[in-house]
């Protein structure tokens, strides 16, 4: 006989409720969230988008290449400057990238005993330390860090696809095992993540983690001791009640619709159609919302290159809807040149975002929220009675509940369909033709949320 709880989840998927998954405090807190990710290390100096064998000899390989010209210190505050001026909440910075480096003074030691040579105390600049520096920028500018450090990909240690490689080594590069791999990779997230105990917001795993459980255990082990609140990017499934997943490209976009729960993966999403990006699975028992980074600069360009053009302002907008207005947190990359000051066109580009979002989002014409009702509407004064957009946010805190809503206008007291979609999540922004003569705006929906927001908007 099925038990009682069985037949619950079945009644569940076929009235066509979510599933029964429901975020954890750190997931529910990450989401709703536009953040950027900070390209700034050895590949910044080198001239080169990270490390592999075919580039390494290039620069990289020589940790004095790190810092040329700086004055003991980074410009951190520049980052600063423009995370505030595009609105951003959180930032990512990548303190050990896949060519090994390390931006803050690592005291760990190689197998025989040697320091570990690639690090910032080694470099042109042996008195930076970035990470240091990135972490008071936060707390100056009320951003949310977090760091990156990518244990797919380590150059220096001759690592690739989270394995030692049987490569003959390279100048510059060390042999170590795959076990003294993951002892160097567990000491220094230790340092890292020791340096400011409960503090960040996100941690970043790019390419995954070893599928090794003695190291899964031991890594679990630190993240619960040092930074237990943080969300982790491609943890999953040996951090999984922080668990966040990448949405499967880097163009700024997430499919529609993107629901909260599904696969996770491990570097690309694993799912039954990516082509589009992993948009998840509403039926899903996994709780693993979605994150969707992009860059500045054109052609994927994560790291700064000098005359790069950037997106436009046009293309940065369509980034946001189709993230933050996709139920997807956004990162958007910030790529400082060797001098570590944020390239003036690229301040021009974080400006003219921010001046944007906060002209249109900041302040909706009307807004009306509601608890436990399949319906919400909102009337419109009467001095503002054209709109083009409408956003919804549900609350979420007992998993996400709406499979299917509807939006109409009342014109000329007439109902109009206006927008209707699936997943609405942290955030779902409708974009619909411009409509005047509009006195009141509902939503309606095939399932009762926790809570539901509808705020509209003329942009």
């Known amino acids: 006989m099925m038990d009682v709880r069985a037949v619950m989840v079945l009644l569940a998927v076929a009235i066509g409720v979510s599933s029964a998954a429901k975020p954890s405090a750190p997931q529910l807190s990450w989401q709703k969230q536009q953040g950027s990710i900070i390209h700034y290390n050895i590949a910044t100096f080198a001239g080169t988008q990270g490390c592999n064998r075919d580039n390494w000899l290039q ?129 220094q997230l230790e340092e890292l993540w020791s340096i400011a105990p409960g503090e960040l917001f996100e941690v970043w795993f790019d390419g995954g983690l070893p599928e090794d459980p003695a190291f899964g255990d031991k890594i679990a082990a630190l993240l619960e001791k040092y930074q237990p609140q943080a969300a982790a990017f491609n943890g999953y499934p040996t951090i999984n009640t922080t668990a966040v997943r990448w949405i499967g490209t880097e163009a700024g976009i997430a499919p529609d619709p993107t629901w909260s729960t599904g696969s996770c993966g491990r570097g690309n999403a694993k799912c039954s ?99 436990g009702t399949t319906t919400v509407s909102v009337k419109l004064p009467a001095e503002r009675q054209t709109i083009d957009r409408v956003r919804l946010q549900e609350d979420q805190s007992q998993g996400q509940l709406v499979h299917k809503y509807t939006v109409d206008a009342l014109v000329g007291g007439k109902w109009r369909p206006f927008s209707s979609g699936t997943s609405i999540g942290a955030g779902k922004i409708d974009l619909g033709a411009t409509t005047t003569g509009v006195t009141e705006v509902r939503v309606t929906m095939d399932t009762a949320p926790t809570a539901i927001t509808l705020d509209v908007f003329k942009c």
């Open 59 to 187: 620069g990289a390989h020589k940790p004095a290449t790190f810092g040329v010209g700086l004055d003991g210190k980074a410009d951190t505050d520049s980052w600063g400057k423009a995370m505030q001026a595009a609105n951003i909440t959180y930032a990512v910075y990548v303190a050990k990238h896949n060519c090994g480096f390390t931006t803050w003074p690592t005291k760990v030691k190689l197998p025989n005993g040697e320091p570990y040579g690639y690090s910032v105390q080694n470099s042109s600049c042996p008195t930076c330390n970035v990470v240091a520096d990135f972490l008071e920028t936060c707390k100056k500018y009320n951003v949310k860090p977090g760091f990156y450090y990518s244990i797919a990909t380590n150059t220096y240690l001759n690592v690739k696809s989270r394995t030692v490689q049987p490569s003959p080594l390279l100048p510059g590069q060390v042999k170590v095992t795959n076990q003294q791999f993951y002892d160097i990779a567990l000491a």
């Open 273 to 371: 159609d990516c082509s589009g990006g992993n948009g998840g699975d509403p039926s899903s028992p996994d709780w693993c919302p979605a994150e969707v980074d992009s860059t500045l600069q054109v052609s994927d360009t994560w790291f700064y290159v000098k005359g790069k053009a950037v997106h436009t302002l046009a293309e940065l907008q369509a980034m946001y809807h189709s993230s933050l207005g996709r139920n997807s947190n956004w990162l958007l990359d910030i790529a400082p040149p060797p001098s570590s000051t944020v390239a003036p066109i690229h301040m021009t580009q974080y400006q003219a975002l921010g001046d944007w979002i906060r002209a249109c989002y900041n302040t909706p014409i009307s807004s009306a929220s509601a608890h």
